[in-house]
């Protein structure tokens, strides 16, 4: 009796083609390599990396850019700067925040070099335009505000201190002044402490809670204190029933930063808003726009 199982067997062999498996370290290159063999074989890249396979985490491992996807790698480096910088921003902040000195000297060493790529341990290849990702390197590095704008960070118990941070994002907006937004108890910290070092000014809005302060600010403080959060102006939104200690107990934290200046202006709220609430709020707004 013939084989038919084994005969079928043998026979689909032969149409399939051969399975290619990299594997090795991280940051050793394995999916530009990757990238490159698909394209001279005409293959397709079934990607078993543990960290590129989530949606949003660009930044753990050297996910593949849409142009890279789309067959032209040469471009890959220098496409979408904005998406770049982002992404560059809450890695370089996140990572190496604190040794803004130790970057800085090693910027000043590199000034000299005839620099022609870019090869980080994580992130795309640069070959164009290497001036334009230095530099942010070195505002970076040196703490220096990317932009004019304000990052406004709340964390509110009930609601109330969350109104306050959008009544006083809008007036701001309305004075021309770009206005980044965070919910510290929902939103991505990591994209909270990038902005902050973004943007040249900082409100805090925060609930007084157990003599203190909420544990959502308190986390994002000590992050911004940990990566020696500096030259900007900050202002202070607190909120309390009874006993209001939110504004005290921030500054006590931000103190030990360099180079901070405080708002004027410190508005706070017994529990709702008011209309005296809103006048200190119209006022924080004009100071900061300023």
């Known amino acids: 009796m013939k084989d038919t199982h084994t ?26 390599v990757s990238v490159e063999f698909a394209k001279a074989v005409q293959g397709e890249i079934i990607s078993a990396d543990s960290m590129q396979v989530y949606r949003g985490m660009d930044i753990g491992s050297a996910k593949i850019g849409a142009e890279e ?8 480096g220098a496409a979408n700067q904005a998406d770049w910088v ?42 164009e335009n290497l001036g334009y990702y230095i530099g942010f390197y070195d505002k970076w590095s040196s703490y220096t505000p990317e932009e004019e704008g304000v ?16 009544y006083l994002a809008e007036r701001l907006r309305e004075r021309g002044t770009a206005v980044a937004m965070y919910d510290l108890a929902r939103d991505d910290m990591t994209e909270a402490v990038a902005d902050a070092f973004r943007y040249s000014k900082l409100v805090l809005a925060c609930n007084t809670y157990n003599a ?15 990566r020696s959060y500096q030259k900007r102006k900050v202002g202070l939104i607190e909120n309390g029933s009874w006993a209001p200690m939110a ?5 006590g934290l931000l103190e030990k ?9 410190v508005v706070t709220l017994m529990s709702a808003m008011k209309p005296e609430s809103q006048e200190r709020l119209n006022a924080l707004a004009e100071e900061l726009a300023e």
């Open 7 to 32: 005969s079928y067997n043998r026979e689909k062999l032969h149409t399939l083609r051969p399975l290619i498996v990299l594997t090795g370290p991280t940051a050793v290159g394995k999916t530009a």
């Open 69 to 76: 996807m789309a067959g032209d790698s040469e471009k890959s």
């Open 86 to 127: 982002q992404e560059a921003r809450r890695y370089y902040i996140g990572i190496v925040g604190k040794y803004g000195p130790q970057v800085q000297a090693v910027l000043k060493k590199a000034a000299a070099l005839d620099i022609r790529v870019i090869a980080p341990l994580h992130g795309p290849v640069l070959k």
């Open 151 to 166: 990052t406004v960070a709340y964390a509110s118990a009930y609601g109330h201190t969350k109104e306050a941070a959008l």
């Open 212 to 226: 203190g302060i909420n544990p959502f600010m308190r986390d994002f403080v000590e992050r911004l204190m940990e």
């Open 247 to 251: 504004a005290k107990v921030l500054r």
């Open 257 to 265: 930063g360099k180079d901070l200046t405080f708002a004027e202006n």
